[in-house]
């Protein structure tokens, strides 16, 4: 079965140290995966895509199919980059399988 | 609206009584899911609607999770009998494209909470 595993619920860190979200999953086959953002008092949203291969507000993902990863990382967080961090891949078709989130907190 | 609305936001049952919680989605839109997420959990998903089609309720905990999407706009997710473990957020989210494939746009959720 897909699943999802983000060993860590809190992340703190300080302004401007580099941030590494991590991301585990359990599929067969090619996975797509996403992570979204969810900021304090807003609603979930996309931040990213593997296959867009896309640095959104500084983060990027690689997929490592060998250790079945998908890290979250940006090089210098910023105060904004606090919020609550899920990583998803497909489920089937029609749904998405959520990781149970990590919460950034990054301290000025 | 431009997003996906979601209402009542907060809701406070007595054990025993049914609910019902209601989402509009992004107008347009061909995929609708709900979605539940308990405190400190993921979302995890219930349903999924493509049009007016129900093609996916593998998710809902028991008979007593109904969802409904008769025009393909708007959804009525409906709970008989609520239990306090029903209490969660439960999130709606709706897509341009079929399935999970495209970007997923949420609403912010409506509060359930079962005494």
């Known amino acids: 079965a897909q699943r999802v595993t983000q060993p860590e619920k809190l992340l703190s860190v300080f302004k401007g140290a580099p941030v590494e979200l991590k991301c585990n999953y359990s599929?067969?086959?090619?996975?797509?995966l996403f992570w979204y953002v969810q900021y304090s008092r807003q609603r979930l949203q996309l931040l990213l895509r593997?296959?867009s291969r896309e640095s959104i507000k500084g983060f990027t993902a690689d997929l490592n199919k060998g250790e079945t990863s998908f890290h979250l990382k940006k090089p210098f967080a910023q105060e904004e980059d606090s919020a609550m961090y899920y990583c998803?891949?497909?489920?089937?078709?029609?749904?998405?399988?959520f990781g149970t989130g990590t919460r950034l907190l990054v301290s000025p | 609206g431009a997003g996906v609305s979601q209402s009542p936001r907060y809701k406070v049952a007595k054990r025993g009584q049914d609910v019902a919680l209601r989402c509009d989605p992004i107008?347009?839109?061909?995929?609708l899911f709900w979605y539940q997420q308990a405190l400190g959990q993921g979302p995890e998903f219930l349903t999924y609607?493509?049009?007016?089609?129900?093609?996916?309720k593998s998710g809902l905990p028991s008979d007593r999770f109904f969802a409904e999407r008769p025009e393909g706009s708007v959804s009525t997710l409906k709970i008989q009998r609520t239990q306090q473990e029903d209490s969660a957020v439960y999130l709606c989210?709706?897509?341009?494209?079929?399935?999970?494939?495209?970007?997923?746009?949420f609403g912010e959720g409506s509060r359930l909470t079962v005494l």
């Open positions: 989210a709706s897509s341009s494209e079929r399935g999970h494939t495209g970007e997923l746009f």
């Open positions: 599929y067969s086959g090619s996975p797509e």
């Open positions: 593997h296959i």
């Open positions: 998803a891949l497909p489920g089937g078709f029609q749904k998405l399988v």
């Open positions: 107008s347009g839109h061909v995929s």
């Open positions: 609607f493509q049009n007016e089609a129900q093609l996916d």
